[in-house]
């Protein structure tokens, strides 16, 4: 699969990111309490820097709505926006740290129940937040995918109040817009299968708000359900939006401390998106964790000196991206070029597209994420599977992604963990019915096995023989040693014969 730029699927696919971005980044800066512009230097860093340096392919990188709980306390209990811009640069400096100290492969340990969750709440949290701005409905600023963070209101109240305040404009954009991304390609539309479906789709939605307000002003969209990116009014003005960190505060234990929570939590959320990733592209290529961190680090580092929010790699606009076609990195760095040029030329024009439109592409990326196959494959994959699938959805859904993401893991460890106590550590090599019942251990028997090894033991019956060979076991625990002890001690009193083979001497 090439690596250079594919300008028929790349450069269409880009546009598609962008126009995406540009509301998730004015979005999450809101929901973190950080000025706008923020978000915008936040995706332009996560394009131009993070994407030129990281090995992935089809990964784009800029604010993550998973920090906005730990942005918007940090920035509140530092005291300031540009103290907080220190921590980010440190935590950018720690990650490149992880990535020269080769963490990445932290990420391989998560299982692929946990990671398949994970997009599945991704996408049924998308769907749920983007039903109001598909009908008009306003009060949840912009188009952002900040979850359930820093509101008492859930997703699912804020569905049940946007249908009481539908403005018809937005609704009648987002009911054409849904069938024609899912019929994209097929039947009647099926010769329109080279132009990317979202670009079409923002397009149309831009030519309807402009037919609404010429023949039909009642069903315009008013400017509250528009993009809505700053309008600097002289080139003075747009570097004015920049803002640079407070270098005294870097001797506060404090911002160390939150540097270190930022560096562990946007490693751990690019190396979970870098997975799925992977997972989702067609052609099945694995980028480098490795240098996936120090392509973050190095993009922390740019953007907490100028001014923009932590970035991490993020799954919304990643799995955009691949439903746009992009073939190589090329789509995520031009992305970050058109925020750019268009924070600086034409703020003005994207604050003409209807945001209905952009959540009806994002319904549909929704959908993809969270397909129901999915959830039926969980249930067939048996029990541990389904427990970490299943509870790593509902805990993000209820929660946050991270808190997801660590009980999701959790269950699969326990559920490992339980499985191993009940397997015996031992294999049966006697011949069925014969007198002497020979067992050969394991190559490991640890303490998980005390259990399961006790239970044995005891249930045996009065008169039995028993051999256990250990020749062949690498590690047996001080903790089995003592249980076989115990019953070497009290076999006698049940007229038991016990052989050992291979062991070292049991402590009487």
């Known amino acids: 699969m090439q690596r250079t730029i594919s300008w028929r699927h790349d450069v269409p696919a880009s546009i598609v990111v962008f126009l995406v971005a540009v509301p998730l980044c004015l979005g999450i800066a809101l929901a973190s309490g950080a000025p706008l512009f923020s978000g915008i230097i936040a995706g332009i860093v996560g394009g131009l820097v993070v994407g030129l340096i990281s ?4 990964m784009v990188s800029g604010p993550a709505a998973g920090l906005t709980a730990i942005v918007l306390a940090a920035i509140t209990d530092l005291g300031g926006f540009e103290i907080f811009l220190a921590a980010v640069v440190l935590a950018g400096a720690m ?3 992880f990535g020269l100290l080769r963490a990445g492969v932290i990420g391989y340990y998560f299982p692929t129940a946990v990671i398949k969750g994970m997009l599945s709440a991704i996408g049924l949290i998308l769907i749920m937040k983007q039903i109001p701005h598909a009908i008009g409905y306003d009060a949840d600023a912009m188009a952002d995918d900040t979850y359930m963070q820093g509101t008492a209101e859930t997703a699912f109240t804020g569905v049940a109040e946007a249908f009481r305040h539908i403005q018809w404009g937005a609704a009648i954009i987002a009911l054409i817009a849904l069938p024609l991304l899912f019929a994209w390609g097929k039947g009647p539309l099926k010769r329109l299968k080279d132009i990317p479906a979202p670009l079409f789709i923002v397009l149309f939605g831009i030519g309807m708000n402009a037919a609404f307000t010429a023949f039909a002003p009642s069903l315009a969209i008013g400017p509250t359900h528009l993009v809505s990116v700053p309008v600097p009014d002289s080139l003075g003005s747009f570097f004015g939006q920049f803002m640079f960190p407070d270098w005294s505060a870097m001797l506060q234990p404090a911002v160390w401390q939150v540097a270190l929570t930022l560096a562990v939590v946007a490693s751990l959320e690019s190396l979970l ?6 997972e989702m592209d067609p052609w099945h290529r694995e980028a480098n964790t490795d240098r996936e961190l120090l392509a973050q680090g190095i993009g922390n580092f740019t953007s907490g000196l100028i001014g923009g929010l932590p970035v991490t790699g993020v799954i919304v606009r990643s799995a955009t991206n691949i439903s746009a076609g992009a073939r190589t990195r090329w789509s995520g760095v031009l992305h970050g070029l058109w925020l750019l040029v268009a924070a600086l030329a034409i703020p003005g024009l994207l604050n003409t597209i209807p945001l209905a439109a952009l959540a009806a592409v994002l319904i549909h990326v929704g959908y993809k994420l969270a ?11 048996g029990r541990t599977y389904a427990f970490s699938f299943f509870f790593t959805v509902g805990v993000i859904l209820v929660t946050d992604l991270l808190r997801g993401i ?3 893991l959790a269950v699969g460890v326990v559920a490992i963990l339980r499985d191993h106590v009940q397997s015996p550590p031992y294999t049966e090599v006697s011949a069925p019915g014969a007198v002497l019942k020979r067992l050969q251990l394991h190559d490991n028997v640890n303490f998980l096995h005390k259990a399961a090894l006790a239970t044995m033991l005891e249930a045996l019956p009065e008169g039995s023989r028993i051999e256990l060979d250990a020749r062949r076991t690498r590690r047996l625990d001080a903790d089995v040693l003592e249980v076989i002890g115990n019953f070497q001690r009290l076999a006698p009193q049940r007229n038991i014969d016990l052989r050992l083979v291979g062991f070292p001497p049991v402590a009487p």
């Open 55 to 58: 090995d992935s392919q089809l």
């Open 95 to 97: 990650q490149v740290a």
């Open 273 to 278: 998106s870098l997975q799925a990733t992977d």
């Open 371 to 381: 397909n129901p196959v999915l959830f039926k494959a969980a249930l067939q994959r």
């Open 406 to 408: 660590l009980v999701g």
